[in-house]
């Protein structure tokens, strides 16, 4: 009874506040926890069978598109009187003695039956294989296609599929994958590794058509199957198959109802909401990376990701199949509590190759393509596929609006720590006064006012002055001018030690560049070997003895680039009467990304501020 009303009702209640904060343009609904809903063209039917829904905020009257994830369906045709609302916004004790009382009601019913895909077939599966007189008359035999078997299947599930010679073949083997990983099939592969899975999600990944079809496969060999080890291994397949891709809108109503009626199975309630959040963000490009695999494995349905900073430090984040590179950014930008995650990204090693993640893009998608690129690439001297282990960096890679002092947090961590390398490497142009200067406050940065390391100062000048002023003077000269300063600001913290080393190197042209040494071809004026600094300002080329900027190309005027493993292009003006600049590099892709990159992010302001004009 109700959920026949709860089918029916028109209202709906958050259980939270709205996980998306609403612009005022936005078509995102704005709610409070205990707000009253009414969908608008929608029912509770469509609320628990769907992952959004549209409708009115009794309280605020705006319309919006909502997760039905962040509500619950009240069991009423009639607006529900305040009393019941304010249930809504019960504290955590109350909550918790509501549940306690629930729970005991609820395991005084009968537990509800299982659904299967038996309704679903009946439209949409291929016809059962003939049966003989006497089979029929037997009891009910374990061959419909909708139920768990042990025998290999011949054709695929679904009906529309049959015509199509080459998706039938592939739907069978797909279909022998999942009995083999489910160990109902001998095979001499490991279920362990991700050979197995990769077999059963690449195509459906490649071909839409085929992901009803596998969503149907995994759970006709969920249903009614005796044989435990099987099953939690099909469950497994379950959880990868949701967070991967979702299956059709006629197809979603069937699955949802299996993975309700199957809410005891903790990974059930997962896969339902791994399937909803799928639904939101859309489908993945590659198969579950080796990680998640090996994750739901091991009985572990959250992942945590070491990612390192620049500052030497590293702390563990939790990923998820749909997590995109912008929430991971966004994310760790949280918890380290800097002012924005603009201009910051995740980064990651593998091999030699530091490659930043595109913020669109999936992140175990990412890791999983530059791996299989990577293995393609460099194939082992005896065949066998390497096994490639990568770190994940989170670095400043676009210094557009990057000031000292704004964001104390990031110049703590992330600009001092970057900026360093680069004035040690002597890229900079810079002056004995401030290499001293800089030197005194990289000492305060590491001994804060221990003074006993004053005599280890001419052994360390490596780590303090940039190297191509190291033999501008004796050692013993260095030291005693870096001291003399060290002295001058006496009391100065750690922290205000980076901050001051920051607006030194702030007010030169150079601050926040990305340095590249190339071997330049087509200029005849130029030094051979050039230093090419890619900043806010645009693309600078420098004289790499004397740092002198020989000119700079802003990103207006820059037309066209490429990259290679071994060069980088780029042209200056229009395509046909432009100069161009042809480098010999192994750093191309580099480059490359961080134009993009940058050009990127001018676009998007040039867009935003004609936007603001115009209001």
Excluded at 272 to 281: D, E, P
Aim: glycine share 4%; charged share 25%.
């Amino acid at each position: 009874f109700l959920e026949g009303l709860k089918k029916k009702s028109k209202y709906v209640i958050a259980l939270q506040d709205s996980p998306t904060p609403a612009a005022d343009s936005s078509s995102f609904l704005a709610f409070k926890k205990g707000d009253l809903i009414v969908l608008d063209q929608d029912s509770g039917d469509t609320v628990m069978n769907s992952g959004w829904c549209y409708g009115q905020n009794d309280r605020t009257g705006q319309k919006g598109d909502f997760p039905a994830e962040c509500v619950y369906v009240v069991p009423t045709v009639t607006k529900p009187a305040p009393d019941i609302q304010q249930l809504f916004t019960m504290t955590e004790k109350e909550i918790s003695e509501l549940r306690t009382s629930q729970a005991a009601i609820e395991t005084e019913e009968p537990p509800e039956k299982p659904y299967t895909l038996e309704e679903f077939s009946i439209d949409h599966f291929r016809p059962p294989p003939k049966r003989t007189l006497t089979r029929a008359l037997k009891s009910r035999q374990k061959d419909e296609l909708w139920s768990y078997t042990k025998e290999p299947i011949k054709q695929p599930l679904l009906k529309r599929l049959l015509p199509n010679d080459d998706l039938s073949q592939e739907a069978t083997m797909c279909f022998m994958s999942i009995m083999k990983y489910m160990g109902d099939y001998p095979s001499k592969r490991s279920r362990h590794g991700n050979e197995l899975t990769d077999q059963i999600f690449e195509p459906p990944l490649k071909n839409e058509t085929l992901r009803d079809e596998i969503y149907c496969q995994v759970i006709k060999q969920l249903t009614e199957n005796r044989v435990r080890a099987s099953e939690e291994r099909g469950w497994e397949l379950m959880w990868l198959c949701s967070g991967c891709f979702a299956c059709s809108q006629s197809l979603l109503p069937h699955v949802t109802q299996f993975l309700r009626t199957r809410r005891r199975n903790a990974l059930a309630v997962d896969c339902l909401q791994r399937l909803q959040k799928t639904l939101r963000n859309g489908q993945r490009k590659y198969p579950p990376h080796l990680v998640e695999v090996e994750a739901i494995q091991h009985k572990t349905t959250q992942i945590f990701h070491k990612v390192y900073f620049p500052d030497d430090s590293d702390e563990a984040f939790e990923v998820d199949s749909g997590t995109r590179a912008k929430d991971f950014c966004e994310n760790i930008a949280s918890r380290l509590r800097l002012k924005s995650p603009e201009g910051f990204s995740l980064f990651v090693k593998i091999a030699d190759k530091v490659i930043s993640v595109p913020e669109g893009d999936f992140f175990f998608d990412f890791v999983r393509h530059l791996t299989d690129w990577i293995r393609k690439a460099r194939p082992s001297k005896d065949g066998s596929m390497p096994q490639l282990t990568y770190q994940v960096f989170f670095m400043k890679k676009l210094w557009t609006n990057t000031v000292p002092g704004k964001d104390p947090h990031a110049d703590s961590i992330f600009h001092y720590h970057q900026e360093l390398p680069k004035l040690l490497r002597g890229y900079h142009k810079c002056s004995k006064e401030e290499a001293v200067s800089l030197a005194a406050l990289q000492y305060r940065v590491r001994f804060a006012d221990d003074k006993s390391e004053f005599v280890n100062i001419p052994k360390m000048l490596r780590e303090l002055v940039p190297q191509d002023l190291i033999r501008s003077m004796s050692p013993d000269d260095w030291k005693r001018q870096v001291v003399a300063a060290y002295n001058k600001h006496a009391g100065k913290s750690k922290e205000d030690a980076k901050l001051s080393f920051l607006k030194v190197i702030y007010r030169w042209p150079t601050f926040g560049s990305a340095f590249f040494e190339v071997k330049q071809t087509t200029e005849p004026n130029y030094p051979e070997i050039l230093l090419i600094a890619i900043n806010k300002h645009g693309v600078s080329l420098i004289d790499p003895k004397t740092k002198e900027s020989l000119v700079t190309h802003p990103f207006t005027k820059i037309s066209n680039w490429s990259s290679g493993n071994t060069y980088f292009h780029m042209t200056i003006g229009n395509l046909v009467r432009g100069s161009k600049l042809l480098c010999e590099t192994s750093l191309g892709y580099k480059m490359d990304d961080l134009l993009t990159s940058y050009i990127s992010l001018m676009l998007t302001t040039m867009n935003r501020q004609r936007r603001d004009s115009r209001r």
